[in-house]
């Protein structure tokens, strides 16, 4: 029977998130008893004496745990040999900047299993934070532009949102952005700002979180082919904020004129090429909640940005980059911030940057842990999609091989190194390490 730990998060001082709430450790201790330990922390967002009250032990460092339960990456000097580790990697891709960490696992013969390749039989996640980088996202992105256009002399019901960290829950800011969303009913957004666009690229969980936070205001949805007409006819109303959802058949064409057909996309993206040129030049806000690869097109480029703001026919003036892929699908996205600072602008005619939200230039919000600005509701989300897998993770045996080990077969999946090897799935990760 293994024992488990629960780490303390240190990536950064906002990460206050936990992959198994205390509750949630109660039913597994309840389900198979075994010891369990909770590293000390400033910060987490639930006390430790609720997790001592579900019957842990609170510890400092991690060595009293067999198995380790993070959320973010483990700085590389903390590995211990001989663990088994859960959490984000962020090496699946072949991300140059965690190769160390991923070799430091393998050097220390201990097993790695990321959550990201924890799947059902079709391939589907099993275990995310959902949409609540998407709920974080809408808020902060909204929260910004109200400091920014107040800032710029455009006073909007905006400049009274919170950052998401300040609120104890989702419906919390859901309930704050409706109050804004009555003041936009009753008098009207500043004409400056008339027609209040919204672009969300993707239509998947973290997408479903920015348009829950963007439907507490009196929206209208707007199909993309509908974006023209909209903005250059005038046929708009001062107290609504149109939003209108990008799916992959309105991002990329056929280069060889051709039907779209999605699963070609999926499997040939070099066959496409981005068209979202042709409504960039609609939209006053972007929130990017896709999935993205490098061989994917990009979709705002700093040519393309350039261009618009050469013609006079550039209205964006803020990106939620909540994928945040550096320099990926949101090209001028060149670095990622955090909450204490997790904005800058840009400038397309001279690619610049300048840091902070207040000023002239593009807003781009780049933070890429977006889901621990709201610790609470994440955290009990996920927790509740990991819990069924850790009796199975306390009762594996490790000393076996790992198709004898008695793991879950999603968690068997998700095994990037089992006892300093990588897996059959993950040996192409060798190829990165090496370079």
């Not at 001592?52 to 040999?81: H, N, R, S, T, Y």
């Not at 829950?169 to 969303?181: I, L, N, R, T």
Request: hydrophobic share 35%; proline share 5%.
């Amino acid at each position: 029977m293994n024992s488990i730990l629960i780490r303390a998060e240190d990536k950064n001082k906002w990460e206050r998130r936990t992959p198994i709430v205390p509750d949630d450790l109660k039913r597994i201790l309840q389900e198979v008893p075994t010891k369990a330990y909770v590293e000390k922390s400033d910060k987490r967002f639930f006390k430790e004496s609720e997790y001592e009250q579900a019957g842990a032990e609170i510890c400092e460092g991690m060595e009293k745990g067999d198995v380790i339960f993070g959320v973010k990456e483990i700085p590389e000097q903390k590995i211990l040999p001989d663990k088994t580790y859960l959490f984000f990697s962020h090496t699946i891709k072949g991300q140059k900047y965690n190769m160390p960490l991923l070799q430091k696992i393998i050097d220390s013969g201990s097993t790695l299993i990321d959550y990201e390749k924890i799947t059902d039989e079709k391939g589907r996640r099993l275990v995310y934070f959902g949409r609540y980088a998407g709920d974080a996202g809408a808020i902060d992105l909204l929260w910004l532009m109200g400091q920014n256009w107040r800032q710029r002399g455009i006073e909007t019901p905006f400049g009274k949102l919170k950052q998401a960290l300040h609120y104890h829950s989702v419906e919390e800011a859901h309930a704050e952005m409706e109050k804004v969303g009555e003041e936009i009913r009753e008098n009207g957004l500043p004409e400056a700002l008339q027609p209040l666009v919204i672009g969300v690229l993707g239509y998947g969980n973290v997408s479903k979180g920015a348009q829950y936070i963007l439907d507490a205001l009196p929206t209208k949805r707007v199909e993309p082919k509908d974006l023209a007409e909209l903005v250059t006819n005038g046929q708009f109303d001062k107290r609504t904020v149109y939003v209108t959802v990008f799916k992959e058949e309105h991002l990329v064409e056929h280069r060889e004129g051709k039907p779209f057909e999605l699963m070609d996309y999926y499997q040939h993206p070099e066959h496409y090429r981005s068209v979202f040129d042709r409504y960039l030049p609609y939209l006053s806000l972007l929130i990017n909640a896709i999935y993205w690869e490098k061989r994917y097109p990009k979709f705002v480029t700093w040519q393309s940005l350039a261009e618009l703001e050469k013609e006079g026919r550039l209205r964006l003036q803020g990106i939620a980059d909540i994928s945040c892929d550096i320099n990926g699908s949101i090209e001028c996205d060149t670095h990622c911030t955090d909450s204490g600072n997790p904005a800058y602008r840009i400038h397309p005619s001279t690619k610049t940057i300048s840091e902070g939200h207040l000023g002239e230039g593009i807003v781009i919000l780049a933070v890429d842990n977006l889901p621990a600005e709201l610790p609470n509701d994440s955290s009990r989300f996920f927790s509740s999609q990991l819990r069924p897998f850790v009796p199975g993770i306390i009762k594996a045996d490790f000393g076996k091989s790992l198709e004898e080990s008695g793991l879950p077969e999603e968690i068997k999946r998700a095994v990037i190194v089992y006892k300093g090897k990588l897996t059959p799935a993950f040996q192409y990760l060798q190829e990165y390490l090496q370079s």
